[in-house]
């Protein structure tokens, strides 16, 4: 059974700071997801992350994947208020090739202070 | 270009009950997932649908099922509703020419009582 794991569960921090999210899983996957997720909204896409090594970059935050490590990391950069919410990491499975149901991990709530 | 579209917004039922949601994919996607969002926890894999039929299915109890139509929508239906149904239901929709990434509608949110 592929098991996602995402830690902190919880984090606040100030305007400014830095800060990583990381996110482990338990077997080989195809791909790795980051979504983002706004209180009572549905689902926003960040990255997808396809390869061994692969860095993707959107303003102030960076995802990254080592599929030998099965970890994904998602960097916060100089942190802003904006950037509030739940986050959450998801991969497929082994053997979908991409068109599989996805396996959630229970997200970040993220919560930065000014 | 519309995306995913979801009907209704809200919904309230009674234990028991038996209610049917509604998914619209996103233009030139084929390929439609059904999820469980439970509050304060990430979504969980209910099933998908492909060519009309259920192709992968997640640990959820027969009481939960669903069809696409020709055109690609989705519907999930839930029978002898339980107050652990209560939950936001999101449908993404992916297709070979988006690489299969999985884009979300806004989701239905449905209470039991």
């Known amino acids: 059974e592929l098991k996602v794991e995402q830690n902190p569960l919880f984090l606040s921090m100030q305007e400014g700071k830095n800060y990583t999210i990381y996110c482990n899983y338990s077997t080989t996957s195809d791909r790795l997801y980051w979504y983002r997720q706004d209180p009572g909204k549905s689902l926003e896409s960040l990255f997808v992350?396809?390869?061994?090594?692969a860095v993707k970059q959107e303003g102030r935050l960076m995802a990254s994947l080592d599929t030998k490590a099965r970890l994904s990391t998602l960097h916060i950069t100089a942190a802003v208020h904006d950037l509030s919410a739940t986050y959450f990491c998801a991969v497929d499975s082994p053997s979908g090739g991409g068109a599989d149901g996805l396996t959630f991990g229970k997200g970040t709530h993220l919560i930065i202070q000014p | 270009d519309a995306g995913v579209t979801q009907s209704p917004t809200h919904l309230i039922k009674t234990r028991g009950q038996q209610v049917t949601l509604r998914c619209s994919p996103k233009?030139?996607?084929?390929?439609v997932s059904w999820y469980q969002q439970a509050l304060g926890q990430g979504p969980q894999f209910i099933f998908q649908y492909y060519e009309e039929e259920e192709r992968q299915r997640g640990n959820f109890p027969d009481r939960f099922s669903g069809h696409q139509f020709p055109n690609y929508s989705s519907e999930l239906n839930v029978n002898a509703l339980l107050l652990g149904d209560s939950a936001l239901y999101l449908c993404?929709?992916?297709?070979?020419?988006?690489?299969?990434?999985?884009?979300f509608g806004p989701g239905t949110r449905l209470t039991v009582t």
């Open positions: 992350l396809l390869s061994n090594g």
């Open positions: 233009s030139g996607h084929d390929t």
């Open positions: 993404a929709s992916s297709g070979s020419s988006a690489g299969y990434e999985q884009y």
